[in-house]
């Protein structure tokens, strides 16, 4: 066991550890911290292998954790990467109705934008959308300007020199597999070391509920994780799309349905659809891993949420396994996009939380007890919204353990 007593140990080097990680080293600057990842490097997962979007909060139900996580954080992300060069670009996107009755729910959307006071938004018509976006095929539109795109990966970088610069320490390749409390401190062992810390903050993103299993939490919720699976416009496509170009949401489902997304370091993505899958870091078409699989399949909430989705799911599957449905699905916003157009892109995986009734939880979910922070749901736009969210739990470790 090393003979420091750190002050906070945080799991999981991605963009929420991280962020947390930098707000607390300012906002107690004489703290020590730890964070402990189990691979080589930063943003390995989620935060890597995301589509790097800045979302714009929109969507989101107001007075959410979301809503206002991903507003304020947007804004941080903004100054941070620009004051730290990181690449980004606020390219805007647009919202687009593909047929009249969508036009009621793009209605309600602009409506949630307003209350959410997202700045510059537009409804705009079908010429107006021609304008922007002059392949798309739409009968309406919203105009987002202040979306965009970011190297998130490559803010993680950043962060990651700040918060060694600030006298943090993050040790790579060290995987949580028990966390048990002692008389006066935590005792937070990995497969190879066992560390000593006051206090835990738990953000293993796809792994977060069995770092809370193993600290001896019973929360009500599992992960269970889902594919995106992409393509990228070979170059000479790329003229067909010139911002972000977005579908309706899913009306059921926390997924914001196939799209066009330029990104920071060039290229351009479309997709993801959105399987389940049978291995929490599957990014192979088959990938698979029988204790995982075992998991999910023993677990209630899985089985209620199929019996009500399936017809969905039958389709995405039907999306991951034909490229000429992605490829249909693609034209609904862009007619002219053909299959040759595209070459296969990494696929990347998101931790979808659901309870055992099947409730897919759909805001940012923490559990705390009185050592530790459990973030036990943080999906998009957590990323976005990450260096607030970072303020949010600063805010619990001052309400609950530091008065």
């Not at 809503?67 to 304020?72: D, S, V």
Request: proline fraction near 4%; aromatic fraction near 8%; glycine fraction near 8%.
């Amino acid at each position: 066991m090393s003979n420091t007593t750190y002050d906070f140990t945080i799991v999981g080097a991605g963009i929420v550890g991280l962020s947390t990680a930098y707000k607390l080293s300012l906002a107690i600057p004489d703290a020590k911290i730890l964070i402990l990842e189990k691979e080589d490097k930063v943003a390995a997962h989620q935060t890597g292998k995301n589509s790097g979007v800045i979302h714009s909060g929109i969507y989101y139900k107001p007075g959410s954790y979301k809503a206002k996580n991903c507003i304020n954080g947007r804004h941080q992300l903004v100054d941070f990467c620009k004051e730290n060069d990181v690449a980004i670009d606020i390219c805007g996107k647009v919202i687009v109705a593909t047929e009249e009755s969508e036009m009621e729910r793009l209605d309600s959307i602009y409506k949630r934008g307003l209350e959410n006071k997202i700045e510059g938004l537009e409804k705009i018509d079908q010429n107006e959308l021609a304008e922007i976006e002059p392949f798309v095929s739409g009968v309406g539109a919203i105009k987002v300007p202040c979306a965009g795109i970011v190297d998130y990966a490559g803010m993680c970088r950043k962060l990651q020199q700040k918060i060694i610069g600030l006298g943090g320490n993050i040790a790579f390749g060290e995987e949580v597999v028990r966390i048990k409390t002692e008389d006066e401190f935590l005792s937070v062992n990995t497969k190879k070391n066992s560390y000593r810390s006051n206090y835990l903050i738990n953000c293993a993103g796809l792994y977060c509920d069995h770092v809370a299993r193993a600290a001896g939490i019973k929360s009500p919720i599992q992960i269970v994780p889902f594919k995106g699976e992409y393509y990228e416009l070979k170059p000479e496509a790329e003229y067909l799309v010139k911002h972000l170009i977005y579908p309706l949401p899913h009306k059921d489902f926390p997924f914001l349905g196939v799209h066009f997304t330029r990104m920071a370091n060039g290229g351009i993505e479309c997709g993801p659809n959105a399987v389940p899958v049978f291995k929490r870091e599957g990014y192979k078409k088959l990938s698979f891993d029988m204790e995982e699989a075992l998991e999910m399949m023993n677990f209630s909430g899985f089985w209620k949420l199929s019996k009500k989705h399936w017809r969905m799911g039958m389709d995405e599957y039907h999306r991951s396994l034909s490229k000429a449905a992605f490829v249909k699905g693609l034209q609904k916003l862009i007619p002219s996009v053909k299959k040759e157009h595209l070459k296969v892109a990494p696929s990347g995986v998101r931790a979808m939380a659901l309870k055992s009734d099947g409730e897919i939880l759909d805001d940012f979910y923490f559990e705390v007890t009185d050592r530790q922070i459990h973030v036990l749901n943080a999906p998009s736009p957590a990323a976005t919204a990450s260096l607030a969210i970072g303020d949010e739990i600063v805010k619990k470790v001052k309400e609950s353990f530091i008065h």
